[in-house]
């Protein structure tokens, strides 16, 4: 149960190692947010899909902090350099997982534009509408309704995806193989992924309600954990490392 703490103690020591590779790759989940609000800003009613389907895609967005802290946990150079050599090292099959959490992303885009037309007869032309009529629903059901579908949704993605993309990264095994890995993970470990799936919870709340901005600190810090969640969990002496 207490392992999830120790992740996070362990990706606060690798950002503190790496700061400024780190931070990179916060400052661009901050800026790719900063997007998807100025593209919404004109259709509102996409808003609250949009930016949750666009933290679906965070497990690939990562790819570069877990070759950070592969790098440091063997006492390897760290730089942004090598971050960005990890795609190098693992493009078909990192590319691949990356089209599929687009794809599962951008299919709950449209599933919550389905949801707010079925649901929601009000015009959303604003925030404040989005507030009213989305998120408190006073004048329909759909919030509980779009909780329930978003919170069984992430849960799946979260199984198939926990441990998935560093195996990828660190081994050379096919999508199929780190996905069924990452279940089994799940699985064979749930009051631990349970509570781990909490913490990004949180961290991920708390940067949204600083509009963004805590996704600077937060990323990396979540990436790096996961990283050690990844070794703490799956056994993968066995399997050939990635050139």
């Known amino acids: 149960m207490t392992a999830p703490l120790r992740w996070l103690a362990l990706g606060w020591r690798d950002f503190t190692r790496a700061p400024g590779a780190s931070l990179c790759h916060g400052v661009l989940v901050l800026l790719g947010g900063f997007v998807i609000l100025a593209v919404t800003a004109r259709f509102w009613y996409l808003l609250p899909g949009a930016v949750s389907g666009f933290l679906l895609v965070g497990p690939i967005l990562a790819t ?89 949704g992430a849960a799946l993605l979260f199984a198939v995806t926990v441990v998935s993309a560093p195996l990828l990264l660190d081994r050379d095994v096919d999508i199929p193989s780190a996905l069924v890995t990452s279940v089994r993970a799940v699985g064979q470990n749930p009051i631990a992924m349970a509570f781990w799936a909490t913490l990004i919870m949180i961290a991920t709340g708390l940067s949204l309600a600083t509009f963004m901005l805590g996704f600077v600190i937060a990323i990396p810090v979540v990436g790096h954990a996961t990283w050690h969640a990844y070794r703490d969990v799956v056994d993968a002496t066995g399997l050939p490392p990635r050139a």
């Not at 592969?70 to 099959?93: D, P, Q």
């Not at 687009?102 to 885009?109: E, I, P």
């Open 64 to 152: 570069g902090l877990y070759e950070l802290s592969r790098r440091l946990e063997r006492g390897e150079r760290a730089t942004l350099m090598e971050a960005a050599g990890a795609w190098r090292r693992g493009t078909r099959s990192l590319v691949w997982l990356g089209l599929i959490l687009v794809l599962a992303g951008t299919l709950w885009v449209l599933v919550s534009a389905v949801l707010f037309a079925l649901f929601v007869k009000a015009p959303i032309t604003d925030l404040e509408s989005v507030l009213r009529h989305v998120i408190l629903s006073e004048s329909s059901n759909l919030f509980p309704v779009w909780i329930t579908l978003g919170a069984i």
